[in-house]
């Protein structure tokens, strides 16, 4: 396993909250498809130990896949309203705690910066989003198509870097 610092394993668990506050199930569902496939980086604690479940890296990744049609129907709630943004934050929560309990460290720090980043980026994000449509004029499922891109690419750069 690479050798990474606190600063990293701190820095990531802010990022996959933030991933986590553009698509509920993207942080998740990336980290424990890799842990998946690399169970040897997941330390034998709850629950980091669970990431490393295949059948719970599936049920991730199929709620992902359904989260990002979701996210593109005129009926889906804002990501501000009280019930996305709570699964929003414990996502990014218990994201950031799997996250640096592969370093070893304190989970309750990981989840913290895990809360944290859900909640800048689920509000940043948002304004964004519509700042966005109403600047360009793109209409807002395609401007989601970008944002899913973006979360794509930072959870596969956090994940990527920690496997080497």
């Known amino acids: 396993m690479p050798v990474h610092s606190d600063f990293f394993f701190y820095t990531a668990a802010l990022v996959l909250g933030m991933v986590a506050g553009m698509r509920t199930m993207m942080a998740p569902a990336v980290l424990a498809l890799t842990l998946s496939r690399r169970p040897e980086y997941a330390p034998a604690v709850a629950p980091a130990e669970w990431f490393a ?3 719970l890296a599936i049920t991730f990744g199929l709620a992902t896949l359904g989260e990002l049609v979701a996210d593109k129907l005129p009926w889906t709630p804002n990501r501000t309203a009280l019930g996305p943004f709570v699964a929003r934050l414990a996502s990014g929560a218990f994201t950031g705690a799997v996250f640096v309990q ?4 304190d989970p ?3 989840a913290a910066l895990g809360a944290l980043g859900a ?3 689920t509000f ?3 304004h964004a989003r519509r700042f966005v449509g109403r ?3 793109i209409r807002d499922p395609f401007v989601g198509a970008m944002e899913d891109v973006i979360a794509i690419a930072l959870a596969s750069t956090v994940v ?5």
């Open 102 to 105: 592969i370093g070893r460290m």
């Open 135 to 137: 600047v360009t004029g």
């Open 53 to 55: 479940l295949r059948p």
């Open 124 to 126: 940043g994000v948002f």
């Open 108 to 110: 309750w720090i990981g």
């Open 160 to 164: 990527a870097m920690l496997v080497g």
């Open 119 to 121: 909640l800048l980026s």
